[in-house]
């Protein structure tokens, strides 16, 4: 009976609570799922495909590990995420690097971030510019947004995480959190100005 | 104050992130989605998780080094009980005679101070003749290793010890009569072992050299404890009345 065996249609949860019961094909479902995301997760943070993909597999080796003692507490992505922020801390102090040190005090002023968070009916030029060159700027543009923007950016766009998630996964208030993003957006806005 | 848009994540610039979305595409690489979903099987298999890039060694492997230091202490206990237990150094035979009369001994060279090498016959050797000082002085009867007719070389007994000069004295007091000429050849050949120093008492008492036969004899025993059972049949009656200390 398909009820019993979880299957892609299911939730995160119920695909990791069924790995943990011995399914390896509910772990297949679940990575198959998240697996791009916590790549892009890593690769936008250090910039380095070889870490990247280092940091990829020992995070879903970790969630392997961890099967057993999973509690469907709280969502699956959230859970993912924690754990992988923990493993890219634990790479940056190894290795130096970036910090989610906070910089939403002295990156400008609030007022105008606020301002760039809403969208922006003048960047119109983007709607069209789904090529290589927007996408390349992003990119790069994001690559130069501090840590703790950045991350807060990724876990919103990548991961799907709403604002209360990513508060609680960094452990800062919710409108921290905003600002943070705030003053992303008007980054990577700012990065396609001339596109207009 | 704050934007109602604020609240929802889609509100933040939809289409930035239809931008990013649209840029940011990349994949794992396929090798190590292998080894994640095998890593994943494994655990399940009731095995533990794998890794391709630090791959786990074999159990073989993982044994090698113990394996490895027991086959060495294995083999140094053997070689341990196989070594010749003569090899030890003789104290008893390393005079300070001995020990002057190899001055081009080498230090460190190990196989002169084996016993094989200190009593080589050296002066058997063709090259003999041209350096008798050279002859590789066996322990301590190597003291008469002196050939009768190399005088002109005996001055290097100058730096030989007691017993070898003394030897050197008694061959040339021996007279050179066909006794004596037996004598200084068995003199000349290098006595070393005990039963070589035995036939060279025998030559003399043989000889008439009693004098010099007794001198011998009481030489060989005191470095040869067991000297007397070396010596011939018919010496055993005239060895017997050889005090082993004329002093005492």
């Known amino acids: 009976m398909h009820a019993t065996v ?176 705030r003053y992303a957006y008007r980054r990577l806005r700012a990065a396609l100005e001339d596109l207009r | 104050m704050s934007d109602p848009r604020d609240t929802s994540l889609s509100g933040g610039d939809a289409r930035i992130d239809a931008a990013w979305r649209s840029a940011s595409r990349e994949e794992p690489p396929a090798r190590v989605d292998e080894t994640i979903l095998a890593a994943a099987r494994d655990a399940v298999r009731g095995e533990s998780p794998r890794r391709i890039d630090r791959a786990r060694p074999a159990w073989w492997q993982r044994w090698q080094p113990l394996a490895a230091a027991a086959g060495v202490a294995g083999l140094a206990l053997v070689l341990a009980q196989r070594l010749p237990t003569d090899a030890e150094p003789d104290e008893t035979a390393r005079t300070p005679v001995a020990e002057s009369m190899r001055p081009e001994s080498k230090p460190g060279v190990a196989a002169e101070d084996a016993p094989a090498a200190r009593f080589a016959p ?32 005996r001055p290097a007994l100058v730096q030989q010890g007691p017993a070898a000069k003394a030897a050197g004295q008694r061959l040339d007091d021996a007279p050179h009569s066909p006794a004596g000429a037996a004598v200084d050849a068995a003199a000349s050949s290098v006595v070393s072992a005990p039963e070589q120093w035995a036939t060279r008492i025998h030559a003399l008492h043989a000889s008439g050299q009693l004098e010099r036969a007794t001198e011998e004899l009481r030489e060989f025993r005191r470095l040869h404890p067991d000297a007397d059972a070396y010596l011939p049949q018919e010496l055993r009656a005239w060895a017997a009345s050889v005090d082993a200390d004329p002093s005492g």
């Open chain 2, 122 to 153: 050296e002066s058997a050797s063709p090259s003999a003749p041209a350096e008798p000082d050279r002859a590789v002085a066996p322990a301590p009867p190597a003291a008469t290793v002196e050939t009768a007719n190399t005088t002109a070389s």
């Open chain 1, 6 to 181: 979880p299957g892609e249609s299911d939730g995160d949860e119920a695909l990791m609570l069924a790995y943990g019961s011995g399914d390896a094909r509910a772990f297949e479902h679940l990575y198959a799922r998240h697996k791009g995301p916590t790549y892009r997760y890593f690769l936008r943070h250090t910039s380095d495909r070889g870490a990247a993909e280092e940091l990829h597999q020992d995070l879903w080796l970790r969630v392997v590990r961890s099967r057993a003692r999973y509690r469907a507490d709280a969502r699956f992505a959230t859970w993912l995420y924690t754990l992988a922020r923990h493993r890219l801390v634990d790479h940056w102090r190894r290795n130096g690097g970036d910090r989610f040190e906070s910089v939403d005090e002295h990156d400008g002023d609030s007022a105008d971030a606020g301002d760039g968070f809403v969208a922006n009916e003048t960047l119109d030029p983007l709607r069209c510019a789904m090529n290589a060159e927007t996408g390349a700027r992003l990119l790069d543009a994001l690559a130069g947004v501090p840590a703790a923007q950045r991350d807060a950016f990724l876990l919103h766009v990548e991961a799907g995480l709403t604002l209360a998630e990513i508060a609680g996964l960094a452990g800062a208030p919710v409108e921290t959190i905003k600002t943070r993003l």
